[in-house]
């Protein structure tokens, strides 16, 4: 398994932009297909983005397609999610994910078997 340490959370007024960073300890991030997850209060968790481990291939929820773009740099183990054009129910707690498994459109957790603590991201309307 890797570690992962999200950062780059934080409040944002509508319309604004953020770039989230997910750091993994180890030596084989490479190797992982990397997921961005989302969980607002009293709601359940929910997929953001997903990309392939060579950063070729992408996929994301439609709430966020067109406005979120998720890129990787294997040479500093780091995976991003650039989040534009925010919106208030973008708001929620932000995670990010790893699997061994190559698949990038299957739109859930299962297969993620190490996580971040998660980054707040608000944004006020």
């Known amino acids: 398994q890797v570690q992962l340490v999200e950062s780059g959370g934080g409040l944002v007024q509508a319309g604004g932009s953020l770039r989230l960073s997910c750091a993994a300890s180890?030596?084989?991030?490479?190797?992982?297909?990397m997921g961005w997850f989302r969980q607002a209060p009293g709601k359940g968790r929910e997929f953001v983005a997903a990309?392939?481990?060579?950063?070729?291939?992408?996929y994301y929820a439609d709430s966020v397609k067109g406005r979120f773009t998720a890129s990787r740099d294997n040479a500093k183990n780091t995976v991003y999610l650039q989040m534009n054009l925010l919106k208030p129910e973008d708001t929620a707690l932000y995670y990010c994910?790893?699997?061994?498994?190559?698949?990038?459109?299957?739109?859930?957790?299962?297969?993620?078997?190490?996580w971040g603590q998660g980054t707040q991201v608000t944004v006020s309307s």
């Open positions: 180890g030596r084989t991030f490479s190797e992982y297909t």
């Open positions: 990309i392939n481990w060579s950063g070729s291939s992408t």
């Open positions: 994910a790893a699997k061994r498994t190559s698949s990038i459109n299957t739109m859930t957790t299962a297969g993620y078997n190490s």
